[in-house]
């Protein structure tokens, strides 16, 4: 009971990074980027491909860190990828929504779907089908209950990590919404853009932080399913069917409803892959999705719009 | 000349070659209250929309303070000393009182107590429901919320679109009281109504504008007391019926 636990809020803490970018365009943006995925999967590639570079350079950096599976090399790799995976972000938005954005939300999605294939594809040609991982040192899961109580607890230093880093992110994120002036107005303009603007906040500002920081975010849950599970280049479109959920689950447009609503899609893949198997696991998301909109058709968090 | 706004030959509309504000043209003087009034599709909200860059201007100018304003996007408005408070949804719901407030003066790059305090002593209702989400509030208290966000800005001009929409008499009372406050505190204020009497009441002058350019520009006073013009113009918003065309 307590495995599939901390086993579901793993898979939810990944999910719900991912989930807090994808709310954001939805709220700000205002269009469901189904592109979104493909940017997890870019930012865990483009930390491996760092790390590689680093590791090369000097090869310490490869040496893993006290229990930890990898080393400072992938940590320094997984800063490169956030800068990159958010100019990637920027780039899609400049070069592809940001033209087509007077069109309509309709032929936004639809473009996001043809970024996403182009994107995946062209994560196949560059780094090929075969799984990857940052490390092939082998980590043994640390008992923390033994199997009397409630079916005993084992996590491995890579898990606690993923689970505390995540924490730390939502934190930081929260307050810099919560007290900065550009988190602020990215609030404002999520809940009205018109007065948003007429108040001096400039929409286009707004526009380049959201995909920046939905960038990050991406690349950070990308780096830590790379971390917890493996790489494969369509790890994006895999993630993207839990990460919506996550966002109407939560509430489109609330971070703690994106962070809730990942670890319980999260907690929701991990009991159904103990109870119905795991080929069931993305149903079993979305049977929980389903039974929380009928008592909150808004989601957890959600406004009503 | 003591201009806080002249609109000359204004031409703007939503769509292309789809015209609402037809060359109008106005000059606010500094220091009054002016207001916009005349009948539902006139293009009241428009034109004062148009001067805040909310809806697309395809010829004329607006110059504010003797500065063209007619390209500055609307986000630059307050920068240049113009604050629009738009008729519905013009507060921050999900934001608290607060909130709303410090996002305006740290917008503005302002000390955040410099900026709200002064306008906290002049609604102080704001002052003790400043935790409160704006969504909470009620109608009246909103609109003093929108004002209150405005002055923020430390605007010449203040534009407002329909303060009194959705309120009592009683609160537009309260509204267009503060608005005088605003007045006397030296800001020039420019109203749209549709609620005739109680604007006439308020204003030093108004124009009434019909199928998007003034038709008469006169102070308060001369269109109270103009029976032809409360009959073509304003109906029965004075209070008094039009009288009927000998047949």
Sequence with gaps: MLQIIADGLIIGSVISLGAIGLSMTLSIVRFSNFSHGELLGWGAYLALTAATGLTSMNAGLAAPIGPFSFGWGLLAAGVVACGLTALLALALDTLLFKRLRKQGAITLVIASFGAALALRNLLLFWQGGVPQYYSQNLQIAIPLLPRSVWGGLRVTPDQLFVLTLTLVTVTGLHLFLRHSTLGRSMRATAINPGLARVTGIDPERVLRATWLIGGVLAAVAGVFAGITVQLRPTMGVELLLPLFAAVILGGIGSIWGAVLGGLIVGLAESASVSVVGAEYRAAAAFVVL???????????????R | MNLALEIVDLQAGYEPGLLIVRGASLQIQKGEIFAILGPNGAGKSSLVKAVAGLVPIASGRNILDGRDITKTPAHQMVFNGLAFVPQTENVFVNLSVAENLELAASVMKANRRERVDPVYAMFPDLHRQRGLPAGQLSGGQRQMLAVARALIARPSLLILDEPSAGLSPKLVDQVFS???????????????????????????????????????????????????????????????????EPS
């Design chain 2, 178 to 244: 503060k608005l005088r406050e605003v007045r006397d505190s030296g800001v020039t204020v420019l109203l749209v109504e549709q609620n005739v009497k109680a604007a006439l009441a308020l204003a030093d002058r108004a124009a009434v504008l019909v199928e998007g350019k003034e038709r008469i520009v006169a102070t308060s006073a001369a269109l109270l007391a103009d029976e032809r013009i409360a009959a073509l113009y304003l109906g029965r918003h004075t209070g008094r019926q039009p009288r009927k």
């Design chain 1, 290 to 304: 389903i039974a929380i909109l009928m008592v909150r058709p808004n989601g957890l968090f959600g406004e009503k």
